[in-house]
């Protein structure tokens, strides 16, 4: 597909299971970013991938939440000992460059995540 | 002090009429690049309009249009002639010059709803 895309749509889990949500950018884009969305609340920073760069991991809350991206493409990001705290809705943007004013986010439709 | 600020959490339109969606912006960067999303029910980030700081004519993509203020530091997205469709949260959002660029900030979005 041309857009990006993110699986599962929805994940249903139990307090302390761990989770991985999926992110296939759009091809040829070279950054990568996850967001979280709490209900009705703006977006929240997670983490950044650029190229064979060192993500920038300033936006995980905690280490129980890590990421990486395979071969610079696809991303996965997983929650350890999930928490009722990290129900939220989880968005992945890609982008061409990662860096300049004009360079634009794409994003994914979003994993729903509900811990119960 | 926030970057972005969206100061109208709702609003509401009349469908057919014109409504403008406000966004302000603090940056010192003489360059920066400013972005417009839709967020509809379905989740999905949909990336509407680009304005670039040093571009002199105001941004237009169809129905959608940006009302540049460069020295009060505004960037208003006016939407003409409102459909149903057209409810939904709306994001601004700017990308910085300075260092780099890398995460663009995000304002905490605008929900409007457009009645019959």
């Known amino acids: 597909g041309a857009g990006v895309s993110q699986s599962p749509s929805n994940k249903v889990t139990e307090k302390g299971k761990d989770v991985e949500l999926r992110c296939d950018p759009i091809?040829?884009?070279?950054?990568l970013y996850w967001y979280r969305q709490s209900l009705g609340q703006g977006l929240e920073f997670l983490i950044y991938?650029?190229?064979?760069?060192?993500?920038?991991k300033s936006g995980l809350p905690s280490d129980r939440f890590s990421a990486e991206r395979t071969g610079g493409s696809v991303s996965t990001l997983t929650i350890q000992r999930t928490q009722q705290e990290d129900s939220a809705v989880y968005l992945c943007?890609?982008?061409?460059?990662?860096?300049?004013?004009?360079?634009?986010?794409?994003f994914g439709p979003g994993t729903r995540l509900t811990v119960l | 002090a926030q970057k972005i600020t969206q100061t109208q959490p709702g609003m509401f339109v009349q469908e057919k009429e014109a409504v403008t969606l406000d966004c302000t912006y603090d940056?010192?960067?003489?360059?920066?690049?400013l972005f417009w999303y839709k967020q509809p029910s379905s989740g999905e980030m949909i990336f509407l309009i680009y304005?670039?700081?040093?571009?002199?004519q105001n941004a237009t993509e169809g129905r959608y249009s940006l009302n540049f203020q460069k020295a009060r530091k505004s960037a208003n997205l006016v939407i003409s002639a409102s459909q149903l469709g057209d409810s939904a949260m709306y994001f601004c959002?700017?990308?910085?010059?300075?260092?780099?660029?890398?995460?663009?900030?995000f304002g905490r979005g605008t929900s409007l709803i457009v009645h019959p």
């Open positions: 304005q670039g700081s040093y571009d002199e």
């Open positions: 991938f650029q190229g064979n760069s060192a993500p920038d």
């Open positions: 091809s040829g884009h070279t950054a």
């Open positions: 959002a700017m990308r910085e010059g300075g260092g780099g660029s890398y995460i663009p900030t």
């Open positions: 940056t010192s960067d003489q360059s920066y690049g």
């Open positions: 943007a890609s982008s061409w460059l990662g860096q300049g004013i004009t360079d634009t986010q794409y």
